[in-house]
T-cell receptor
Framework: DAGITQSPRYKITETGRQVTLMCHQT?????MFWYRQDLGHGLRLIYY???????DKGEVPDGYVVSRSKTENFPLTLESATRSQTSVYFC????????????FGSGTQLSVL | AQSVTQPDIHITVSEGASLELRCNYS??????LFWYVQSPGQGLQLLLK??????LVQGIKGFEAEFKRSQSSFNLRKPSVHWSDAAEYFC???????????FGPGTRLSVLP
């Protein structure tokens, strides 16, 4: 089914471990985004990508790494997970940047113990 | 710095009652304005968007929003709430330059039968 999918849906890991969250979209949208959602903060942008091989930092990039070798995939890696990275992570895509309609995945709930 | 405020953290209304969710932004010019809705356990879905033109914008699911430049506000309204409208509502603001795009902290809507 077409759309934007995130995996895994839930993830529990330990402090210091590397974790990769996956995001795949089938629309060939140019732009892809990673947000984290925390109570009281709304959604905060971690990284975004305007096209394959083009990525840039958002508001809260520290401790995260992204790559975009293919237009349809935009994985987010926590190199050494910390408890403060416990959050719900959302991937989104749009055809023309954030001022166009954003399409969101269902999210990944990550717990770092 | 640009900011978005949603003064109400949680609102409870009875089914069939009218609804107004408040959103204020801080920016020197008229930005792009959005309302997104998040149902429990889901990603966000765009309700409506304003950029220019008629200041009363119609969206999906019977929602509308009114842009008031003098008040830097973009309040969301619905004349008669349905139980299925219970969700988290996010106001968001986009700007002309760069990829700066800010979500408000959200307002949780509960609907009483």
């Amino acid at each position: 089914d077409a759309g934007i999918t995130q995996s895994p849906r839930y993830k529990i890991t330990e402090t210091g471990r590397q974790v990769t969250l996956m995001c795949h979209q089938t629309w060939s949208h140019s732009y892809m985004f990673w947000y984290r959602q925390d109570l009281g903060h709304g959604l905060r942008l971690i990284y975004y990508s305007a096209a394959a091989d083009i990525t840039d930092k958002g508001e809260v990039p520290d401790g995260y790494v992204v790559s975009r070798s293919k237009t349809e995939n935009f994985p987010l890696t926590l190199e050494s997970a910390t408890r403060s990275q416990t959050s719900v992570y959302f991937c989104a895509s749009s055809a023309g940047g954030p001022n166009e309609k954003l399409f969101f995945g269902s999210g990944t709930q990550l717990s770092v113990l | 710095a640009q900011s978005v405020t949603q003064p109400d953290i949680h609102i409870t209304v009875s089914e069939g009652a009218s609804l107004e969710l408040r959103c204020n932004y801080s920016y020197g010019a008229t930005p792009y304005l959005f309302w997104y809705v998040q149902s429990p356990g889901q990603g966000l879905q765009l309700l409506l968007k304003y950029f220019s033109g008629d200041t009363l914008v119609q969206g999906i699911k019977g929602f509308e929003a009114e842009f008031k430049r003098s008040q830097s506000s973009f309040n969301l309204r619905k004349p008669s709430v349905h139980w299925s409208d219970a969700a988290e509502y996010f106001c968001a603001v986009g700007f002309y330059y760069g990829q700066n795009f800010v979500f408000g902290p959200g307002t949780r809507l509960s609907v009483l039968p």
